[in-house]
């Protein structure tokens, strides 16, 4: 998988523990994709929330402030990756 532009989202956010399991992908995704997501969206913001305990989600805000977040407990960083390509492509 590799990161791509993301022409549909107006914000990403990524929710998650910086020490739970469940989190785990997430924070790998963090370390193996931001830099290159970044790079090919620099007009995103791409926001990373780090909260004790929380469940790990992703946060994408579309045109009009629709927004739409998916859980990505026990994903891995490929897997999250996936779940923001689908929040790109999703039909609001």
């Not at 020490?19 to 931001?34: D, H, L, N, P």
């Not at 090919?40 to 791409?46: G, T, V």
């Not at 946060?59 to 407990?73: H, L």
Request: hydrophobic letters at 40%; glycine letters at 6%.
């Amino acid at each position: 998988a590799a990161a791509r532009a993301l022409g549909s989202l107006k914000e990403l956010r990524l929710h998650l523990c910086q020490t739970g399991a469940s989190s785990k992908g997430v924070r790998e995704f963090v370390e193996k994709y931001y830099v290159d997501l970044k790079a090919k969206n620099p007009q995103l913001p791409i926001l990373v929330r780090e909260c004790s305990g929380v469940t790990p989600k992703i946060w994408a805000r579309y045109a009009f402030g629709q927004e739409k977040s998916v859980v990505a407990s026990d994903l891995n960083a490929d897997q999250v990756l996936q779940q923001i390509v689908s929040l790109n492509d999703a039909k609001l």
